[in-house]
Structures are given as C-alpha cells and as structure tokens.
C-alpha cells in the first residue's frame, strides 16, 4: 500500500535557523509528492509539489526534492521566520503504472508541528 | 474570488443529534472531498465525490453520510451513529494538472458534540 512518514515533532527553532523535515514515503505505482502547510485554526495551503524523480518543488522560500533512490521529499528552507510557525504535511498520490491513471486520494503523513521563536 | 467556503466555522451540537456540515467550491473542480483531522491523526478521508451524484467511501466512512446534487456542492452529516464525532472537518476539491489531482482546502469546520 501506499504511506508516508514524516519526523515526529514539534519543532522548534529560533528566527533564521535552517529547517529540514524528513518525509520517506512507499508507494504502489508512479508517486507525485506534495508539501502543504495549515496555519492555526485554517484548512491546508498547497506549498509545493513535484511528479517525477529529482523535481524540485519550491515556493515561499521553501524546497523539497523528490529522491526515487531514498523514496523522500525532505523539505528545506534556509532562514525561517516567526511567520512560518505551522504545521507541516507531506502527502502522496499515486499513478498507475499500467494505465497512466492518476489516484483521486492523497495520502497524508501525520504532520509535523514547528514552531520559530524571535 | 474562487475558493472553497466551509460554514460554519464553529459549531457545537448535543450527543444524539444529527448535523450538517456545509462545504461549496466555485472553482469548477469536479472532486470533492471530506477528511476529519484529530490531533496527532494527520488527515483521515471520509468520503470523496468524482462527480455529481456519485461518491466513494473513504478510510473512516461509518457514521457519515454524503449526497452531491450539484457540483458546486459536498454537504456531509454527522450522524448519531458515529461514536465520537468531535474533530475538525476539512472539505476540499481537487482538478486535474496533467496525470495528478490537486487538492486545494476550504479553511474547516470544528465541530464540538457534548
């Protein structure tokens, strides 16, 4: 089946720190990796995604890099801020490797907490 | 502005009655989704819809029930048969970018049932 761990938190870092939060992932199928961010009390947000081997996805700062070799996305950001203070999933769709159909699910990882102080 | 609204954004109801949880998107997306998020759960689906008056069942379906007459529209119940249903409820949607679906979230409901 299909899964993603992501490192346990809560995080917490000063201002400016770097951040990395592991994500390893299994998968039946051709994967397409996905970072969201949920700011206190909101719905999820979309940070960045990438669909194939060595992609890059970045947004807002923040990267991640989907590794075929080591099934993970870790995500990175060089200097975080007070602002970015969130928690922090990982998830995966899959594709089928026979038809070329893309999964309606997402699976989650369970979220990551951080939290950067001034 | 195209979103996804979710209403309300609190609500508190007795154990025994049934509710109703509303979610409506305007951006055109043909799937919709319901999920339930627990601390320390991550995201758990409990239905999801391809198109209009079709749905599937997700991880956590008991208890729930869905309909979806219009494609704009994803309301789910929480019925008296689901054993613990306080939680917050994340309704979204999703198109699709190439071979994948990309989902996008409405800003949630946190039901409360004492």
């Known amino acids: 089946g299909n899964s993603v761990t992501q490192m346990e938190g809560p995080v917490t870092l000063s201002e400016e720190a770097f951040l990395t939060i592991n994500c390893t992932y299994t998968?039946?199928?051709?994967?397409?990796l996905f970072w969201y961010v949920q700011y206190p009390g909101e719905g999820l947000q979309l940070l960045l995604k990438?669909?194939?081997?060595?992609d890059k996805g970045s947004n807002k700062g923040f990267e991640a890099t989907y590794r075929k070799e080591t099934t993970s996305f870790h995500l990175e950001k060089g200097s975080v801020q007070v602002s970015d203070s969130a928690v922090y999933f990982c998830?995966?769709?899959?594709?089928?490797?026979?038809?070329?159909?893309?999964?309606?699910?997402?699976?989650f990882g369970k979220g990551t907490k951080l939290s950067v102080i001034p | 502005d195209g979103g996804i609204t979710q209403s309300p954004k609190y609500l508190f109801r007795k154990e025994g009655q049934n509710v109703t949880l509303s979610c409506e998107q305007n951006?055109?997306?043909?799937?919709m989704y319901w999920y339930r998020q627990d601390p320390g759960q991550g995201l758990r689906l409990i239905y999801y819809?391809?198109?209009?008056?079709?749905?599937q069942k997700g991880d956590i379906a008991e208890g729930y029930s869905v309909s979806r007459e219009k494609k704009e529209s994803f309301p789910l119940t929480v019925t008296s048969a689901q054993k613990n249903p306080t939680a917050f409820y994340l309704c979204?949607?999703?198109?699709?970018?190439?071979?994948?679906?990309?989902?996008?979230f409405g800003p949630g409901t946190r039901l409360t049932v004492t």
């Open positions: 979204a949607s999703s198109f699709k970018a190439g071979l994948i679906y990309e989902q996008y």
């Open positions: 819809s391809q198109i209009v008056n079709d749905f």
């Open positions: 998830a995966l769709s899959v594709t089928d490797g026979y038809s070329g159909a893309g999964s309606y699910q997402l699976t």
């Open positions: 998968a039946t199928g051709y994967p397409s």
């Open positions: 990438a669909t194939k081997a060595d």
């Open positions: 951006l055109n997306h043909d799937a």
